[in-house]
């Protein structure tokens, strides 16, 4: 494995080098590859500069941690631990913010506990939901988006009851 991965960085130069002189516009292709992806990012700024505000005020005003004391009663018999709430709300948006928010829980709940596990297994199975759509339509520029959204948000809503029965199931947990 150690003359494997000693080898990458050598045979991906070979490999840019036969090509390179294989190819005559690869130079060329280069660039206007280049050049697509600045349009790109260009076309999807305005709109992460709006979710990434927006993430902003909700964390800040509290607004998240109300909800989640809001959804805490109806959550807890549904075998939902009311410490990964957070996380369920942030996972969807901001995949940072979620980076915090599991590191926040590890450290309270230790990561060997229900919560622990529940969101280790969130974190993994789930995806920033509201980022990729943004991302994928943005640069697509698709038509017919109606049902993106509420179909992202029930797999996410979907694999917040999946990652606590999972738990359960193979750690054996009756928390």
């Known amino acids: 494995m150690k003359l494997f991965s000693s080898l990458i960085i050598p045979a991906l130069l070979l490999l840019i080098g036969f090509v390179m002189t294989k190819r005559k516009d690869a130079y060329d292709a280069f660039l206007r590859g280049a050049k697509e992806g600045m349009k790109t990012t260009v076309s999807i700024l305005p709109v992460m500069i709006l979710l990434m505000t927006g993430l902003s005020m909700l964390t800040a005003s509290g607004a998240a941690d109300l909800l989640s004391k809001a ?11 009311s410490d990964i709430l957070p996380l369920a709300l942030t996972r969807p948006v901001s995949g940072s913010a979620a980076s915090a928010s599991y590191a926040d829980l590890i450290e309270r709940c230790g990561a060997d506990s229900f919560p622990g596990l529940v969101a280790s297994v969130l974190m993994g199975s789930s995806d920033t939901m509201v980022y990729v759509i943004t991302v994928y339509f943005g640069a697509t520029r698709a038509k017919g988006t109606r049902y993106a959204f509420p179909v992202a948000a029930l797999i996410g809503i979907l694999c917040l009851f999946l990652s606590s029965a999972v738990v359960r199931l193979f750690f054996t947990y009756n928390a």
């Open 71 to 81: 959804l805490s009663p109806i959550c807890s018999p549904l075998g939902i631990p």
